[in-house]
């Protein structure tokens, strides 16, 4: 009887980890000799739309949640961020950064292939962030596809968000305002577009992405990272019972 039990479990933990990859690119919340959780950001970011079926995307109610798990969980005690994505909802993707940003463990984003768009928040809201040799970075302006109306209403709204943007950017790296701003309206390397690419180590030396790296250099960052804030506790811990 409890071998049935143990085999019924099993095909449980099985059709768990299976439908969490399915629905989010991971196994399963960090386990085993792994401390940490790994959050893929990939393709498109979908907001309130439904994209596509064929669209690769990464669905904000289905990170959102990922996020507060993340938090909760004591035995995740840090946060690995993949970034390949080209963008996408802009509210969707600033509201998973700002949820980011706000957790309490250590996070470490990688940027391999592309961090375009409302990306560009994405991998700058860990606490620190890679970028692949070959791995790309488009910054411009806030765009909106449909219908716009043309009046002071929609212009005003534009440039709230696009400031929104701005200063989320340059909150969580070392690009100045200025900078960046000149770097979004660049005129001569977009076709039929205004902004710049920006490839590895050209991020860097833009101050936008803290380090060139690959997933080694990652983990080894974010263990680092995990480690130092363990002897913080500790210490924290020593003070107050003497």
């Known amino acids: ?16 980890q299976n439908k969490n990859i399915k629905d989010f690119g991971v196994s399963d919340i960090a386990k085993g000799d792994c401390d940490f959780q790994v959050l893929p950001i990939i393709g498109q970011i979908e907001g309130h739309t439904v994209l596509p079926p064929q669209s690769k995307t990464t669905k904000y ?41 706000s957790l309490s463990k250590p996070t470490v984003s990688l940027v391999i292939g592309g961090g375009h768009s409302i990306g560009v928040p994405l991998a700058t809201c860990a606490d620190f962030s890679f970028i692949s040799p070959s791995a790309t970075m488009i910054i411009h302006p806030i765009r909106m596809n449909g219908l716009v109306l043309g009046v002071q209403q929609t212009f005003d709204y534009f440039s ?31 076709l039929n577009d205004t902004g710049t690419i920006l490839i590895g180590k050209q991020a860097v030396e833009y101050n936008l992405i803290d380090k060139v790296g690959g997933i080694s250099d990652a983990i080894a960052k974010l ?18 019972k003497e």
């Open 1 to 16: 009887m409890s071998e049935n039990n143990e085999e019924i479990n099993e095909e449980r933990i099985k059709d768990t």
């Open 160 to 190: 709230k968000m696009q400031d929104r943007i701005t200063d989320f950017i340059v909150r969580t790296s070392k690009i100045d305002e200025k900078t960046l701003t000149r770097l979004m309206m660049q005129s001569d390397e977009l």
């Open 61 to 101: 109610e289905h990170v959102i949640p990922q996020l507060v798990d993340i938090e909760t969980d004591e035995n995740v005690k840090g946060v690995l961020i993949i970034l390949n994505t080209v963008g996408g909802d802009v509210e969707a993707g600033l509201a998973i950064s700002e949820m980011i940003r």
């Open 223 to 240: 263990n680092s990272m995990i480690k130092e804030k363990e002897n913080n506790l500790e210490k924290e811990n020593k003070l107050e």
